[in-house]
């Protein structure tokens, strides 16, 4: 927990005036609360034991009224200051964490469900305002005011002093025992909330699955789960935490109890003035709000340690190396120099090697799970290899500037992704100064000018909107108008075309084909029929090379390739024979 508080302190220097600022003025608003209690004793004895004049009198009355409003005047400029000085750390702290997120692999990115970092980066990271705009200054004025009046107090009687704190050691034990049943139960209280938000999400969004596969029960019965583990974490937390809440609200403002007999005692044997006790009753009753306000803290610092810890998880990721000065490859040629990878301990890709040479095509093919699109994203550095070299025109990809690196590869992904703006400014992302006609232009070459234009706004309808109504074949049509508006030297396509129908396709294909040329192009094939005509095939087999060559080559030489060619050759006539078949009914 302190390791937290410290680390969040760093966040505050840049707003470190605002803070101290807001700090004085909830002290002065805790002091203009404690005040009044003096100034009414004050008042008291006057009436009782008249010294000065009555006008002087109406002072101390008017100064009570005014110490009142400036208490909530205070602390309403200190809760501004502290939310000023609050947000703006926030923003930073979310600023940092994207920024953070640009810097890491991207595997770490693409690895985590989004949810989990969008909560850090929403929720955590709205979690700590309650620490720096509410516990900073409201706990220091909390604490500070009571033991600086407490201090004041000893000099005017010890005994009585002794008297008002004589409860505030057990109170004190109550708090800590309330900390420490804070930190066990609500651990699992917040684990219990991210699990519950998880489920609400996927029984959300999964529940075209859900009815299609009549999973409502199993489904309804998880929710049901995490809702139900929810409550009963809840209500664990308050049936353990609450009674020593009780006591520590009870014992708080229980000095007047032990004020009042000795007071009344000390004044009968005639060693305290009655004016005495009178301030003493008075302060017993002011003196327990602001220590009140400490029971906050205590549920609350827990829910900022663990949003702390989240951030500082993301913030503290060891970050991709980057080298200062970029070197800029002599062409676009891309070797794999023997690479082997794994993602975590089992390697999925054993010494590979190939060459992907500029101005040539490259197919990569294989069966499902043999490593393809782990080569495709190594060439972006998604992640860093340990063991081989992977070499853009003979410069280590770990020496060109990850910014560099971007603008020389243009990669079309298998699941598509369109970010919630219009589809004009979708397209746009490959290349931010291309102008509208370059758009269009883009967006013909991809096939996908036509159904936009049947959209209700053109290329201004939103994607986000739209999103759920276009087909997965034109999500990804409009991000190969993407790569083609990007035009970078190599061309990366990872199953870009494998949601679009096969007419579709061959256009596609045909316009890619025109865009490659004099780049390198390396493709992740799904339908052989599209590559027969590369310069070079890799066939590749539990992430290794097992074959490699051209087309006729591969049937002649490649079991797998032959094996692959009769499963397409057996796909397409069984799609003729059933178009065929569909026709004559
Ligand atoms: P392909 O594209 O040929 O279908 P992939 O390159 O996607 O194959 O996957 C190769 C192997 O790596 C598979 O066994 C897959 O389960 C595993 N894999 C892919 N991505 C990850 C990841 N992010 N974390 C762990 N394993 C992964």
């Not at 000065?52 to 205070?74: F, H, Q, S």
């Not at 096969?502 to 493709?523: C, F, N, W, Y």
Request: hydrophobic fraction near 45%; glycine fraction near 6%; charged fraction near 20%.
């Amino acid at each position: 927990m302190l390791q937290s508080i410290k680390r969040l302190f760093q966040f505050t220097e840049e707003y470190k005036r605002k803070m101290i600022l807001s700090i004085f003025l909830a002290i002065g608003s805790v002091a203009a609360g404690i005040l009044p209690y003096f100034l009414v004793h004050r008042f008291v004895l006057e009436i009782l034991y008249p010294s000065i004049p009555k006008t002087e009198l109406m002072v101390i009355a008017i100064a009570i009224g005014v110490l009142l409003i400036l208490k909530t005047v205070l602390f309403i400029f200190s809760t501004m200051l502290s939310h000023q000085a609050a947000y703006c750390i926030l923003r930073n702290i979310r600023l940092k964490l994207a920024n953070k997120l640009t810097r890491l692999p991207l595997g770490y990115v693409l690895e985590r469900d989004s949810g989990v970092i969008k909560k850090v980066m929403e929720n955590d990271v709205e979690e700590l305002e309650r620490f720096l705009a509410h516990n900073i200054p409201e706990t220091i004025s909390s604490v500070l005011v009571p033991v600086l009046v407490l201090i004041y107090l000893v000099f005017i009687d010890w005994r009585m002093a002794a008297a008002m704190l004589i409860f505030i050691p057990i109170a004190a034990f109550f708090y800590v025992l309330m900390m420490r049943i804070n930190k066990e139960k609500l651990d699992k209280y917040y684990r219990a909330v991210d699990k519950m938000n998880a489920v609400v999400v996927e029984y959300v969004n999964g529940m075209k699955e859900i009815k299609a596969f009549n999973q409502s029960e199993g489904a309804f019965f998880r929710f049901r789960e995490a809702i139900n583990d929810y409550r009963r974490y809840v209500l664990d937390w308050y049936k353990a935490c609450w009674p020593l809440m009780s006591a520590y609200f009870v014992l708080i403002q229980a000095s007047v109890v032990s004020v009042l007999p000795l007071g009344l005692y000390l004044t009968i044997n005639g060693s305290l003035d009655v004016s005495v006790l009178v301030l003493f009753l008075l302060i017993s009753m002011g003196f327990a709000a602001p220590l009140m306000k400490l029971s906050e803290f205590a549920d609350g610092i827990i829910a900022v340690t663990n949003a702390e810890k989240n951030v500082h998880g993301i913030l503290s990721e060891t970050e991709i190396p980057i080298k200062t000065q970029n070197v800029s490859p002599k062409n676009h040629t891309v070797k794999f120099k023997n690479v082997s990878f794994a993602y975590d301990n089992e390697f999925v890709l054993n010494h590979v090697s190939f060459e992907a040479v500029e101005g040539k095509s490259l197919a990569i093919i294989g069966p499902s799970g043999s490593g393809k699109s782990t080569i495709a994203k190594l060439i972006c550095r998604f992640w860093d290899i340990e063991k081989g070299e992977i070499c853009i025109g003979d410069v280590n990809i770990r020496d060109i500037k990850p910014d560099n690196l971007m603008d020389m590869v243009s990669f079309v992904f298998q699941d598509t992704f369109l970010f919630n703006m219009s589809i004009r400014e979708n397209i746009r992302v490959g290349k931010p100064e291309a102008s509208d006609g370059d758009i269009i232009a883009a967006a013909k070459m991809a096939k996908c000018h036509d159904f936009i234009m049947k959209t209700k706004n053109g290329y201004d309808t939103l994607a986000g909107d739209a999103g759920n109504r276009l087909s997965g074949g034109e999500r990804q049509r409009i991000c190969i108008a993407r790569a083609i508006l990007k035009n970078a030297p190599i061309l990366i396509l990872d199953e870009a075309t494998s949601s679009i129908d096969p007419d579709s396709e061959e256009q596609i294909q045909e316009a890619l084909g025109e865009l490659a040329k004099g780049k390198t192009l390396i493709v992740i094939a799904h339908r052989i029929r599209t590559i027969m005509g590369f310069d070079n095939i890799i066939v590749l087999q539990d992430g290794e090379i097992c074959a490699s060559g051209k087309h006729e080559k591969l049937l002649e030489t490649s079991s797998v390739y032959q094996c692959i060619f009769q499963a397409y050759t057996f796909t397409e006539s069984w799609t003729i024979k059933s178009g065929k078949e569909m026709r004559k009914c």
